[in-house]
């Protein structure tokens, strides 16, 4: 067996070499290719800071084996921007103040792309707020967290502002 | 976190070949697993990863009405199927109370069965548990237990399983396909998940190297689709273990309760059936006294394993609620806070 | 409304413009102290003990270092030498560390050895096959301890006892008296970042890549302890990813800076998040006794408020948790009276709002429940006993706004016509529904700090100050200070910040950051502008030749007569004349003694609190929280609004989430994660609110500015506590309150 994985990563493939089989995706992206933006929190799935999509799902990066995603594609928050060009939830996360220290920054916005393509929540806050609540915010910016999320929904949808 | 053999079988043979060699353990999502092996709890020596496994991933209508869910589907695939949301909203309700949207995007239904208790000593490795350690004591008695169970415990241990899933899969009489070295064979829920006794290590009905392949849902187990809820009491609004759950199901016709299904959560080490609870209620016209009845009788013979006597009143009353919320109806679309008690509630029933 | 009103012509201060960071912190590029890369980097990983009191007896060094990938384990024997022990108290704020002395265990979670590798994963792994073997002695871990003394000082140096007037007698006159105890638990920080360093050596010099909250007294304390000169150590934290107090001293990092000098390589350690239960400081447990007689009309005639708390027994932090009372309610006694117990844990230290958080959540409370016993409305009562003038000093306040904050908080919130008995309101679910308030209180603080300005020849301008950003919007606010100062646009002020390499910016602590380090700037900018002046007024070429005596103001980027704004010059003009670069002006802050003799000087606020208790299952949700702060000039509302949010979202967390569980048999914290620790997730949170009460403050600093970082969470807790009674009839007064507890004090109810 050997121990290597191909990943695509924000669009880019790399053919990873492992030394060691225990190295989770969090650490693989932070340490081995040095895109440090995907946090280490807690690293046991229990804050959400590490979320990245992994083939297209929200998911806790510390939490899942690099082995076992051979072949996987991945977007973590340095693959939003298009250049200059915000995604719309980065966008949304600024206009409305939705953090502060800017450590569950990425998890949260990558949590919050994959909660508007699952589709269930739309832009009922409740919904938006139980959907967020796998991640922390210490800081305590939720309530700009859920504008913001419940705006980018809106916008990406092209729905109508109540 | 130990160095390991990483094995990826393509078979279901060959995976419960490969888990023959002691030190061996089954990898799914790795949710659990994982997580126990960063804090020193699980050292297994190879992980057999289940990821390729053709087939385990889908859910499939049986001829004889029954629904087959594969081990390796993800939590919030089940979930979120229209078609099986609509025929067991209560499942859904449960797994959608649980954890957080980034752990059901993988956790599997059958990592969901094997996960093991949020016992703090159970997690401690400096601390003496005979569930991780067999012989070396608990050091639950007499600490912290407010998470421990008040049913079917032992002087050995006090633990209770974690599931918000199995707790309505065990109203339900789902049953639990496994594959091993002996063949195929299957248990009840409701007797997978062994209580503590003297061998508290036994967890579960699996033997060395058997593989949950799969949880069915019997044909009995429709019909309960509009008197279904599950209930959740946690200490904050979200992403928090149940103290206390139950699940609730009835078929009412007539005005009556043809059948009713009745399981708590967070008081013991299995999802707790409550059968004389719900044999009570059988005939029973639905109602605060013939619920009143249930929940003291699926409470029979609890007893406080700690600090913990409160939990049994609160479980009472949470089956209670549960009974009470599935009579006035399943909503046609689950709460989006759900199994919360801050879920609107049909007719205002706490008043 | 007011909002408007306060922003002023061409300066940006006041104005709710967005985080100048922003985009960094969406995009990932934001970096923090773990993301830090340099050429040759090993990992080190803590080992700590499970016990709490003891000596380590053995230790499998060999299973460590036969790991593959393992290149040092660091022991008490092999570390490098230290100029100080680590227990010296030579510099100020010194807390004694445990950074390998020697085999002694003073509390559990304490630093017992360092695994060094080539891989995060070996050395975690070789951290674990360490498994440490003890001699474990008993412990104490609870407030019950037996040992209790009275303590020469609490807080950062003050009186553990002050008296104003006759309490007793006070008591003993009064109609209506109270007596309560309140417990607080042992709570940790959680910075979503854990305490972090990315440390290299070069000879003597030393390179950090480290969260701080304090430049240099972390570089004091390092220079202490390795016997180097403090220009030596750099320190780069250009983010925090929280600290809350945690972060202001030096902490077990420096076991990281130890291991780089053991290897000669860059060395990052980073905490696990069961390490952040530890060795980083924590808020003390409290046990509050409140006493308090009122006249028949609810006028107070006594307060006695007495707080046991608990330092370590190496060590002294006592939380000043009865000052809380020295301010807010006035009364012809007050006394507040502290004693301690050593017990077997970490030290404890500044967590947000160390003191008045734990102080005021009793104080409220038991405020609460005289207003009860005088028949009073809560609000009602708070106004009839308001301070016109500090109680505890008779100081005038330099300014209070309170009574504007009570007004605008409870017009909002809509508290008029509350009921004043209890578990009157209920839903439309049936749930039952509760209306609570708090008053919040924080000193405003000013300590040290300097900063550089320079205008340059090209028009723009730079300040620079060793400041710390760690979620206040530091670089936005001081940006908007600094141009301010500098007469300049946004966008042609550089902030130079988050480095020990620049001006003594002092602290972000103690609500004081922006007052502190923002004078500093805007006395730097000032001079800056004094310079340029001094240039254009004595030049016959300039426009403004002869204006000196006139006055000459900053506006846009350029100097313009006071009394005749279209005579005027670009800055780049009068430097090229001038032939100069650029100027430079410098500037300082401290705390004006003689404005501290003659005022008391608060911030203030009040909380307002809805809450839905399940009446059979006893869970609480906060539906609605309203604040309405007033903290002086406001910079930015924007930010300052999150900043209360935050703190207002720390308050409920303390009234209803958080708490370490101790085993009193181990003393190991026995939920030291993030799943059994709780603090608040999204859906606790359907409505926040913080509004921004207009006040002018001449005497704090020159720029009129009060502390809003830790405001926010006194008054919340008080307010949801009261807020569950209200809905309850139910008054639990150990926190945090659990459904259980809630449903005992319901059954314990008459009737």
Request: aromatic fraction near 6%.
């Amino acid at each position: 067996m050997s121990l290597s994985v191909t990943l695509t990563v924000n669009r880019v493939q790399h053919r990873v070499l492992l030394d060691d089989p225990r190295v989770t995706l969090l650490d693989l992206l932070r340490e081995r290719l040095q895109l440090t933006g995907t946090k280490k929190g807690c690293d046991r799935g229990q804050c959400g800071a590490c979320t990245i999509l992994l083939n297209g799902r929200r998911v806790n990066a510390c939490l899942a084996l690099a082995l076992s995603h051979d072949g996987a594609e991945i977007l973590t928050i340095e693959g939003l921007a298009d250049g200059a060009a915000l995604h719309p939830v980065q966008a949304a996360f600024i206009a409305h103040d939705a953090f502060q220290c800017g450590f569950c920054t990425p998890g949260q916005i990558m949590s919050a792309i994959g909660l508007i393509s699952e589709g269930q929540a739309g832009s009922d806050a409740e919904r938006v707020r139980e959907g967020m609540s796998g991640n922390l915010c210490r800081c305590g910016a939720y309530r700009g967290i859920t504008e913001a999320v419940v705006a980018a929904t809106r916008s990406m949808t092209k729905e109508k502002a109540a | 976190m130990n160095r390991f053999e990483y094995l990826r079988p393509q078979s279901v043979a060959e995976a419960v070949a490969a888990a023959a060699v002691p030190g061996s353990a089954f990898l799914a999502a790795g949710t659990n697993l994982l997580d126990l092996m960063k804090i020193g709890v699980a050292r297994p020596q190879r992980l057999i990863d289940l990821k390729d496994l053709p087939d385990l991933d889908i859910i499939e209508q049986l001829p004889d009405g029954a629904v087959r869910i594969g081990a390796q589907l993800r939590n919030a695939e089940l979930a979120h199927d229209p078609d099986f949301r609509q025929r067991f909203p209560i499942v859904a309700e449960a797994l959608l109370s649980g954890a957080s949207a980034q752990l059901r995007n993988v956790a599997t239904v059958g990592g969901n069965l094997i996960q093991r208790t949020r016992c703090a000593y159970f997690q401690d490795p400096a601390s003496a548990c005979n569930r991780r350690a067999p012989g070396s004591g608990c050091d639950a008695r007499g600490g912290d237990t407010r998470q421990h169970a008040v049913l079917g415990w032992s002087e050995d241990c006090i633990a209770t399983h974690p599931s918000d899933f199995c707790v309505p899969l065990a109203a339900l009489g789902a049953m639990v396909e496994i594959e091993g070295p002996a063949g195929r064979r299957e248990v009840a829920l409701t007797d997978f998940h062994l209580l503590p006794g003297n061998t508290p290590e036994r967890e579960t009905a699996l033997g060395q190297g058997e593989l949950v392949t799969a949880l069915r849902l019997p044909p009995a187990a429709a019909g309960f689709a509009r008197h279904a809820r599950y209930v959740k009491l946690r200490e904050r609004t979200s992403f928090a273990f149940a103290v206390v759950s139950a699940a609730a199901a009835l078929r009412i016709v007539d005005g009556r309760i043809q059948e009713a299904r009745l399981a708590l959560g967070g008081v013991a080490a299995r999802p707790w059936r409550a059968e004389e609870a719900e044999a009570s209620l059988r005939g029973a016209t639905p109602g605060a006294e013939a619920f009143h009845r249930a929940a003291a009788l699926a409470l029979e013979g609890a007893r406080p394993s700690g600090d913990n006597e409160f939990k049994i009143e609160l479980a009472r009353r949470i089956a209670l609620r549960a009974l009470t919320l599935a009579a006035a109806g399943t909503p046609d679309r689950l709460p989006a806070l759900p199994a919360s008690p801050f879920a609107p509630l049909p007719g205002g029933l706490h008043v | 409304m007011s909002e408007t009103q306060r922003i002023r012509h061409g300066s940006s201060i006041g104005q709710p413009i967005t985080r100048r960071d922003g985009p960094l912190k969406v995009t990932g590029q934001a970096r923090f102290a773990a993301d830090n890369h340099p050429q040759g980097l090993l990992h080190a990983v803590l080992a700590t003990s499970s016990i709490a009191r003891g000596r380590v007896t053995f230790l499998d060094e060999a299973a460590a270092r036969a790991h593959p990938g393992v290149v040092q384990v660091m022991l008490p024997g092999n570390r490098p030498a230290l100029a100080q022990h680590p227990d010296d108290k030579s510099a100020p704020f010194s807390f004694n560390m445990d950074l390998l002395q020697d085999d002694r265990v003073r509390y559990a979670g304490q630093p017992i050895a360092v695994v060094i590798a080539e891989t995060l994963e070996a050395a975690t792994e070789g951290a674990a096959l360490l498994a440490p073997r003890y001699a474990a002695e008993p412990v104490e871990v609870t407030l019950d301890a037996t040992s209790s003394y009275v303590p020469e000082a609490i807080g950062v140096g003050g009186p553990a006892e002050l008296r104003h007037g006759d309490a007793e007698a006070g008591l003993q006159g009064a109609a209506h008296r109270i007596e309560a105890v309140y417990e607080t638990p042992q709570q940790f920080h959680n910075a979503m970042e854990p305490h972090a360093v990315v440390a290299a050596w070069d000879g003597d010099r030393l390179s950090l890549d480290m969260p701080t909250q304090g430049f240099a007294l972390t570089q004091m304390r390092l220079a202490g302890l390795f016997g180097i000169p403090v220009e030596n150590i750099v320190i780069r934290s250009p983010f925090i990813g929280g600290g809350f107090g945690s972060k202001l001293l030096a902490g077990p990092q420096v076991l990281g800076i130890l291991a780089a000098r053991l290897v000669g390589r860059p060395v990052k350690l980073v905490l696990t998040r069961a390490q952040m239960y530890g060795p980083v400081t924590h808020r003390a447990p409290t046990r509050q006794r409140l006493r308090l007689g009122a006249a028949p009309d609810g006028a107070l005639l006594a307060l006695h408020h007495h707080a046991r708390t608990a330092t370590s027994r190496f060590d002294d932090f006592i939380e000043p948790a009865a000052n809380a009372s020295h301010t807010l309610y006035a009364a012809p006694a007050i006394v507040t009276t502290t004693d301690a117990v050593r017990l077997d844990t970490g030290t404890p230290g500044f967590m947000r709002a160390p003191g008045e958080a734990s102080g005021s959540l009793a104080l409220e409370c038991a405020i609460d429940e005289m207003a009860e016993a005088c028949g009073m409305d809560p609000l009602a009562f708070r106004l009839r006993n308001y301070a016109e003038v500090e109680p505890i000093s008779g100081k005038p306040f330099s300014s209070k706004a309170l009574r504007e904050c009570y007004a605008e908080g409870a017009a909002r919130f809509g508290w008029e016509g509350r009921k004043l008995a209890p578990r009157q309101m209920r839903d439309a679910d049936g749930l039952l529904l509760g209306w609570g308030m708090g008053t919040a209180t924080f000193p405003a603080l000013m300590f040290q700090a300097e900063a550089r300005a320079v205008l340059r020849r090209d028009g723009s301008g730079l300040m620079e100050a060793g400041t710390h950003e760690m979620g206040q919007g530091a670089w936005t606010a001081f940006a908007q200070i600094a141009a301010e100062s500098l007469g300049l646009d946004l966008e042609r002020l550089e902030l130079r910040a988050g480095r020990s390499d620049l001006p003594n910016a002092g602290i972000a602590g103690g609500s004081a950051h922006t007052a502190t380090a923002g004078s500093a700037m805007q006395a730097a900018g000032e001079a800056a502008i004094a310079r340029l002046t001094e240039l254009a007024v004595t030049d016959p070429r300039s426009p403004l030749f002869g204006a000196g005596n006139i006055g000459v103001v900053p506006r846009g980027g350029r100097l313009v007569r006071w009394d005749d704004p279209s005579r005027g010059e670009d800055y780049a003009e009068i430097l090229a004349r001038a032939g100069l670069e650029q100027v430079e002006g410098r500037g300082s802050a401290a705390p004006d003694p003689a404005a501290a003799e003659r005022y008391a000087m608060h911030s203030h606020g009040a909380v307002f609190a809805e809450v839905k208790v399940d009446p059979d299952l006893g869970q609480v949700r906060v539906t609605r929280l309203v604040g309405a702060f007033a903290a002086g000039r406001i910079i930015n509302p924007r930010l300052v609004q999150s900043q209360y949010q935050g703190g207002m979202i720390w308050g409920l967390s303390f009234a209803l989430q958080e708490g370490a569980v101790m085993d009193p048999r181990s003393g190991r914290v026995m939920n030291a994660d993030l799943a059994g620790y709780h603090v608040p997730v999204n859906a606790d949170i359907p409505s926040v609110e913080a509004i921004l009460v207009e006040e002018e403050d001449r005497h704090v600093n020159a720029l009129g500015v009060k502390g809003v970082g830790e405001i926010g969470i006194t008054g919340t807790a008080g307010a949801i506590a009261n807020a569950v009674w209200h809905a309850t009839g139910a008054r639990v007064r150990q926190f945090p309150i659990t459904p259980e507890a809630i449903l005992r004090a319901m059954a314990a109810q008459p009737g």
